[in-house]
């Protein structure tokens, strides 16, 4: 089992950056792809980012490429999601999640998940 705890997330205006961290507990950390996604007010939860377990291959949303990336620390057991020129539209809980399926987009490949952290772009 794999427990998943969020960090980073806060306040900042629009066009700034943050950077989530996800740290896993367990030494199984390594097998797992990892995930990212956030569920704005009112919305159904979205995929945001999804690392490889090796960190090789990442996949991304439309709304987040060429803006966001995702990376990985086998050694650290994190993964961590650099979030660039940030939007109002950003606004929302992050979560990060461990899957049986590298680069799934779907929440029901992820098996384990954080309890998010919330991060909010003021315009």
């Known amino acids: 089992q794999v427990q998943l705890v969020e960090s980073g997330g806060g306040l900042v205006q629009a066009g700034g950056s943050l950077r989530l961290s996800c740290a896993a507990s367990?030494?199984?950390?390594?097998?797992?792809?990892m995930g990212w996604f956030r569920q704005a007010p009112g919305k159904e939860r979205a995929f945001v980012a999804a690392?490889?377990?090796?960190?090789?291959?990442?996949t991304y949303a439309d709304s987040v490429k060429g803006r966001f990336s995702t990376s990985r620390d086998n050694g650290k057991n994190t993964v961590y999601l650099q979030m660039n020129s940030l939007k109002p539209e950003d606004t929302a809980v992050y979560y990060c999640?461990?899957?049986?399926?590298?680069?799934?987009?779907?929440?029901?490949?992820?098996?384990?998940w954080g309890q998010g952290t919330q991060v909010t772009v003021s315009s």
């Open positions: 367990g030494r199984t950390f390594s097998r797992y792809p």
């Open positions: 690392i490889s377990r090796s960190g090789g291959i990442t």
């Open positions: 999640a461990a899957g049986t399926i590298g680069g799934s987009t779907k929440e029901e490949y992820y098996d384990y």
